[in-house]
């Protein structure tokens, strides 16, 4: 039971996001179900693990569609629950948030925003081409008690798919440096923001530095840079040269190959591997000024040129910083498969349906009634996918700091399990599962949110809780 309590006080936290004290006991229903639930089969599922009656699917269909719970404030009051409960790790003295985009395969012809996507990793499991929604995301990195690094996540919103106004020229980019912004106005510290290669941009970068922000970044090997310009003795007529000569980044391996250094890996989880690294700063025409570039021989891994806008980091600081962008996919791999925190399957039954090769939806000719139920579908989705993040944050939050309960609660088996490290989210999961009937028979604290789900139960999908009708 102590998971249980642990868990309501931080959903509590949430309140504030919830124009009714009703509102806020059907989300708290709904993050339950998401925490627990064995399969990802939409909110059926959760109707499922609970032993809700029937009749409740239909309620629940409505949380995700309520204006009542306010998309923005549930973001910002997390965010900083997010702050409170974990310990974020930080670059100095800079927190870390991880951003990465993700394409989720959706193939219902009534679902706004849904077009063909490419997804430039393939594999035996990943299509090159797949329709579905395209995601951005962004996640906090936090150290536990015992060392242990995580990406929680804050956030996750479709930015694609569908236009509204031919006006709005506002690309990926634009939407994710506003998403970002967005975050850091409720985190309210210094923060420095690690991604792969596609936001290496100025629409990413220039909002970030404005904002007293930095960013680490792989970049491509085709990049270039420049020397600062020398600037002549006596002054002439016009405007100062800024950018000097030209660098192709490529041609340093060749070039400055007896200036490289050995250095262990930084990389966390790499022991007893030698890899080389040369750094430079000059000037980097997207943002104008000087930066650091790294330019890193990986044994294994090949060439890297990672690049930092923070130029009080040092070469092998950069270099561990970049190695943790991968958290955020192990945090995907999670809300995926174990979650489901992107499952959702709610269709628009007044759509036009989208023909199979399709792009972007372009709304602007269609009727105001027309794009606003467009806009309560997409807002659902994002509700959805958020109230995903938090559970998925919960569960971090009960692996990290309640590690013994959770594994004393597991009550099953696995092969690689190690209860002297931290349980994934699914045993955390398993562990909820087990200890839910202990947590609603217990009458020795009668609270709104047991007696909220007591109601809703069907005792006879669900003999066990009979003594706590």
């Keep these: ?97 991880i951003g990465d985009g993700l394409k989720v395969a959706k193939e219902g012809k009534k679902m706004p925003a849904v077009k063909k996507l490419h997804q430039s990793s393939q594999n035996n499991s990943k299509s090159e081409y797949i329709f579905g929604h395209s995601f951005q995301a962004l996640g906090l990195l936090a150290r536990g008690p015992l060392g242990h690094l995580c990406c929680v996540p804050l956030a996750s919103r479709i930015h694609e798919g569908v236009v509204f106004t031919n006006r709005d020229r506002r690309t990926l980019l634009d939407k994710f440096a506003l998403l970002f912004l967005d975050l850091a106005s409720h985190i309210n510290a210094p923060t420095v923001l690690i991604v792969d290669a596609y936001y290496a941009s100025r629409k990413v970068l220039r909002p970030l530095l404005a904002q007293a922000h930095h960013i680490i970044t792989r970049l491509k090997c085709t990049a270039v840079a420049y020397y600062p310009a020398v600037q002549p003795k006596i002054r002439r007529p016009g405007r100062p040269r800024v950018y000097g000569e030209k660098v192709r980044l490529r041609d340093l391996w060749r070039a400055r190959a007896k200036q490289f250094i050995e250095a262990p890996s930084p990389v966390y989880g790499e022991t007893g591997i030698t890899l080389r690294y040369y750094t430079i700063d000059l000037l980097w025409r997207p943002v104008g000024q000087l930066v650091r570039f790294v330019l890193v021989e990986h044994p294994t891994r090949g060439r890297l040129i990672v690049m930092g806008t923070d130029l009080s980091l040092s070469a092998l600081e950069l270099i561990a910083c970049y190695g943790y962008r991968f958290k955020i996919e192990v945090a995907f791999k999670q809300a995926l498969h174990t979650l489901g925190s992107y499952a959702y399957h709610f269709w628009m039954m007044t759509m036009t349906p989208i023909p199979r090769r399709s792009g972007n939806q372009y709304l602007h000719r269609k009727p105001k009634p027309y794009r606003d139920h467009v806009r309560r579908k997409l807002a659902a989705y994002h509700r959805y996918v958020q109230l995903g993040c938090i559970a998925q944050g919960l569960l971090q939050y009960l692996a990290l700091y309640f590690r013994r309960d959770v594994w004393a609660h597991f009550r099953s088996w696995l092969r690689t399990m190690n209860p002297a490290q931290p349980p994934s989210e699914a045993v955390v999961a398993q562990a909820l599962r087990n200890t839910l009937p202990e947590f609603l028979l217990d009458n020795s604290d009668e609270h709104d949110f047991k007696k909220f789900i007591l109601e809703r139960t069907d005792f006879e999908r669900c003999p066990q809780l009979q003594l706590a009708a």
């Design 1 to 97: 039971m102590a998971l249980w309590w642990a868990w309501f006080r931080c959903v509590q936290e949430l309140r504030g996001a919830c124009a009714r004290r009703r509102t806020f006991l059907w989300m708290s229903l709904v993050l339950a179900g998401l925490s627990i639930r064995a399969d990802l089969a939409g909110v059926s599922s959760i109707v499922r693990v609970l032993g809700l009656k029937p009749k409740v699917y239909r309620r629940l269909l409505h949380v995700f569609h309520t204006p009542g719970l306010d998309l923005e404030k549930l973001t910002g009051v997390w965010t900083e629950l997010v702050l409170r409960l974990f310990t974020p790790f930080r670059v100095g003295n800079r927190l870390v948030l």
